[in-house]
Nanobody, 129 residues
Framework: QMQLAESGGGSVQAGGSLRLSCVGS????????MGWFRRSQGKEREGVAA???????SYAESVKGRFTISRDDAKNTLYLQMNSLMPEDTAMYYC???????????????????????WGQGTQVTVSS
């Protein structure tokens, strides 16, 4: 079964950048729809970005133009490059994998949380003003 491990979180000032990584094991991340989610304190987990096996990607409106999702198949690793970070980006960030064939990503949306079957433990991102 797919196992996922995130890293790269930390504390940064507003306007700074971080790159999150998510290493997959037992299966290739390139075979799955991969996603990044986040949960802020007191809020529900929300989709941030997703990428299909063919490289098609989608983003939440709140991060468009600032975050970039990518994948290195040779390293079996998913990334989330986060630029121009804002205090409201503070959250626990999770990567997820799923076999999703409903066209959500192609339509420009991040698939719902329930569509993903495999999850990492999360990495904390804290942005100070």
């Amino acid at each position: 079964q797919m196992q996922l491990a995130e890293s790269g979180g930390g504390s940064v000032q507003a306007g700074g950048s971080l790159r999150l990584s998510c290493v997959g094991s037992a299966h290739s991340v390139s075979d799955y729809t991969m996603g990044w989610f986040r949960r802020s304190q007191g809020k529900e987990r929300e989709g941030v970005a997703a990428i299909e096996p063919d490289g098609t990607s989608s983003y939440a409106e709140s991060v468009k133009g600032r975050f970039t999702i990518s994948r290195d198949d040779a390293k079996n690793t998913l990334y989330l490059q986060m630029n121009s970070l804002m205090p409201e980006d503070t959250a626990m960030y999770y990567c997820a994998a799923g076999l999703i064939y409903d066209g959500t990503v192609v339509a420009g949306f991040v698939p719902r949380e329930g569509a993903f079957g495999y999850w990492g433990q999360g990495t904390q991102v804290t942005v100070s003003s």
